[in-house]
């Protein structure tokens, strides 16, 4: 995946769109729509394809099988404010 043009930066954008909607903390419960707004993304299942990759990257966790809720862990806090 991370091989497709452009998926870091979509990855990138949504896990900085996570990091703000839990105002900077980690562990807190975000939701897909508010995420996917503000990372200015339209397709659910492009979003879930991006949400493996962070998962899988330890950024996020604790999400439900169609990551419509998951929290940010504190990785993943840091990799959105680098």
Do not use: H
Request: glycine share 8%; proline share 4%; aromatic share 10%.
């Amino acid at each position: 995946m991370s091989e497709v043009w452009g998926m870091k930066e979509k990855a990138r954008r949504v896990v900085q769109a996570a990091a703000v909607e839990a105002y900077g903390r980690a562990g807190m419960y975000v939701i897909i729509d508010q995420v996917m707004s503000r990372a200015n993304l339209s397709d659910p299942e492009e979003f879930r394809a991006i949400a493996e990759y962070l998962e899988e990257r330890g950024w996020i966790a604790e999400a439900d099988p169609d990551y419509g809720v998951f929290v940010l862990t504190p990785e993943g806090i840091d990799e959105a404010t680098s």
